[in-house]
């Protein structure tokens, strides 16, 4: 099994800047991709960034040029730094991964429990 451990949300002015982190742990043989998603009340969740193991990423159109994900692949940790933060950021945002477990092999994709991020003066 694989866990997702994510930290950084809370409440932050507009303008403001937050750093989300998520780390991975278990038995995990490999991960290929690690990204953001979040869900605002009353909306579908949506892919805010996204980062695969060769580095290569691709962002929401709503947060370009504002959002920044970046991972460490020897610690299986995932960031989002996220500048000039709006209202309509305001979402729960949740951490993935999916790749390969050890010993079995087998693919798994994960999420983490979620973070709030309140953008509110």
């Known amino acids: 099994q694989v866990q997702l451990v994510e930290s950084g949300g809370g409440l932050v002015q507009p303008g403001g800047s937050l750093r989300l982190s998520c780390a991975a742990s278990g038995s995990i043989s490999s991960i290929n991709a690690m990204g953001w998603y979040r869900q605002a009340p009353g909306k579908q969740r949506e892919l805010v960034a996204r980062i695969t193991s060769g580095g290569s990423t691709n962002y929401a159109d709503s947060v370009k040029g504002r959002f920044t994900i970046s991972r460490d692949n020897a610690k299986n940790t995932v960031h989002l730094e996220m500048n000039s933060l709006k209202p309509e950021d305001t979402a729960v945002y949740s951490c993935?991964?999916?790749?390969?477990?050890?010993?079995?092999?087998?693919?798994?994709?994960?999420w983490g429990q979620g973070t709030q991020v309140t953008v509110s003066s």
């Open positions: 993935n991964a999916d790749g390969w477990l050890t010993p079995s092999r087998r693919a798994f994709n994960s």
